[in-house]
């Protein structure tokens, strides 16, 4: 129950980061949540293979894991530092993939 609810609110909460924290063009607001749906979906067939091969407690930890890497690049990233450009127009891609899983 708490994975569902961390993917439902990443995928809400995420545009409203981009939109209004990060001031992205309109195009990322739609390709930002795109980047974590497919992430989810590509991680969806590796999590089988694993929770097949290693075990449900292996792969929900590495899958929360990777959540809360993705959190803690939202958290401590500096977004409007010196690489900010840089940041806001790739690294949000990468922790979109992370937080998507």
């Known amino acids: ?30 390709t930002v949540p795109l980047t974590m749906f497919v992430s989810g979906l590509i991680c969806s067939f590796g999590i089988r293979l694993l929770n097949k091969h290693l075990g449900r407690q292996v792969s ?3 899958s929360a894991l990777l959540t809360i890497a993705g959190a803690l690049m939202v958290l401590l990233v500096e977004w409007d530092g010196p690489n900010s450009e840089f940041h806001k127009n790739y690294l949000i891609y990468v922790v979109a993939a992370l937080l998507g899983r």
């Open 1 to 30: 129950m708490a994975t569902r609810m961390s993917v439902n609110l990443g995928q809400v909460f995420v545009s409203y980061f981009v939109q209004y924290s990060l001031w992205l063009p309109c195009n990322t607001v739609a």
């Open 60 to 62: 929900y930890a590495l």
